[in-house]
């Protein structure tokens, strides 16, 4: 299967919404992929079970805050001597490009590597969505080694990291790319094809781009949050999902520390009622509480959107006084195990909540309403 | 020619005395040397001129806080893993160990290092002293590139560095080092034989052995510091020299900050005159200023001495009421050209002052006694 360069749109907006807030804005991704596919072509889109068990695949990805990956991109270089540097270390040669993750401008950092160095791309990725941090991937989660892990920058350096754990390797990485400028390229989780099978979250390709094409059918017929409901509702993974909140931005505090986009907003609703949600996030959005009442939680999905148009609106845009509309959304099985929770789960966060899956937690009496029900 | 164990403890304190304060304490360096000479035998030195010019060299240090490594000491395996990781990189194998600084714990560590790996140690070294920062070394100035520069850990965690510059790998490596417990091995700096022989400090690891045997010497006739002044003026470099002060410490700043030991040591006069000097250093001692009036200056070595003993006294043991000698010797002519300075000289450690060789500098009248004229 191929990908089109009008696909990248609806790729593009699907793993904005999958971003949960965070993995960086996929305008920018979109740009770099459309970008290298005119001059190297479309890369092919391969199916997890239809990679040979003893391919050598890496993953290709941006790493830093998502507020400085905005204005700072990848130049394409560094794409490239990221994959050379990996087949360096390894001693062999690369088959084909494997996401990291799917949401934001990681959906599209491997549609750009496979197509420069003319490779084809896993149709999967190890979250399902966006994480801030190296360890917090399927793969990790499932004993596939995050090490030798290869960054690289604009100005053309490179580390190249072997670790002990892939907690280690995200510290080191992230004092080194933060010294690099906050925004680098990364390739990392080098693996077999059988171990792809065993540990990624599949499909999640064609399902950014299934919700992407959701949401514009949505808006041809004038109902987008809807259309996505209803198309999540269809999903392998999305399936249980739900209008958290509909409000508009009353507080915002957003900080570039410690090389992530840290903070907090706060929406108050639009009803009249003094409802009040607050949503904390790290890159990406980790837990969402109605007048402190727990409505959604990390590894869930918490995505929000433009109230009338369903846009994903990923942390570093969030404005004062924006309508939006926030959606609960679950994570895929993986995410959700014991062993997975230890990585990914709230206390991996720093938070103290347990995790509740979102099917198990009380709806706002007012937000609960069908997404039909808060349509104008 | 080989040392012996014995060799080591002048050896150890010969490049303590070139370490000018910086280097990390040589005995805990000697200690570790030791050790492995034990478990695998003494490494051949061999004579800058007798390697081949097509050998492949790397160097071995431990790089950090001179404060830190005292405590925080190499387990062995990490040494090894950083020699194997530069092989790994390089696709072929090193023939032989260069020591990178002469000054200190990194006189040991190739010893160490050329023990463990059954490999000839190189008479040689890229500064005939100590710098604190990996870009500080004539290899770099000259011409040969620092990396690729691999990093490891005692937890066997390992980095390989790839940059255009030599600052860019410092930078990098720093933060790095830092993470990783401020303490860590470097191997960097690979080269070719005949590229060492054009751009290292020749004999130097000969040079620390005689500077000790010196000292030693002359404890033994009950004159150490008229011994070490005699033996300086009759070696290739460091013929320059002088007694630059006489005093007991009454003021210390010490701070480990940046992964450095910056600070200043104030001496005041054992004469009951109102003189004072004073000596700033990162890591190494950077400039001593008597009554605010330089007296030597980097890259010129600055090296404070027990006044009876002789024995150099690193930053990191520096005490109050400490009665010492603050000793200008000259820097080795490649240290001194126009080039060097830019990377060596006080402007590269933001001093304001411009470097003048210390043969050019007044002396202060009392000070410039022959050191006999000061000996009790």
Known sequence: MKLSIED??????????????????????RMLATHAIQEFGMPELVAPEDVADDAQLCTVAMLGAPTVLTEKAACGDDVDLAVRRMEKYLGRSIDAILPVEIGGVNSMLPIMAAARCDLPLVDADGMGRAFPEIQM?????????????????????????DTGTAKRAEDLVRVASIEMGCSVILSSYSMSGADMKRTAVH?????????????????????PIDALIRHLRTT???????????????????????????????????????????????????VARENGEVRAIVPDLICMVDSETAEPIPVEA?????????????????????????????????????????ENLPESSTSSASPRGTQK
Not at 8 to 29: I, K, M, Q, S
Not at 237 to 251: I, M, N, P, W
């Open 236 to 286: 392998p993974y999305y399936s249980e999902c739900r209008v958290l909140f509909t409000g508009k931005v009353t507080d915002l505090r957003r900080e570039t520390t410690r090389g992530f986009a840290i903070g907090h907003c706060r929406l108050s609703a639009l009803d009249s009622s003094d409802r009040v949600m607050e949503v904390t996030f790290q890159n990406e959005h980790l």
């Open 203 to 223: 499909g999640t390709m064609s399902l950014a781009l299934e919700i992407g094409r959701a949401i514009a059918r949505g808006r041809h017929n004038g109902n």
């Open 137 to 161: 991937v399927s793969f990790n989660i499932y004993g596939v080694s995050c090490t030798p892990l290869v960054v690289t920058d604009d100005h053309l350096n490179s580390l190249v990291v």
């Open 8 to 29: 990248l749109v609806d790729v593009g907006r699907g793993a904005a919404f999958l971003g949960t807030g965070g993995g960086g804005d996929p305008y920018v991704g």
């Open 318 to 358: 969030l404005k004062y006084g924006q309508r939006i509309r926030v959606i609960g959304v679950s994570a895929p099985p993986v995410l959700r195990t014991p062993e997975a929770l230890a990585v990914v789960g709230p206390q991996a966060f720093g938070l103290e909540d347990a995790f509740v899956p979102i």
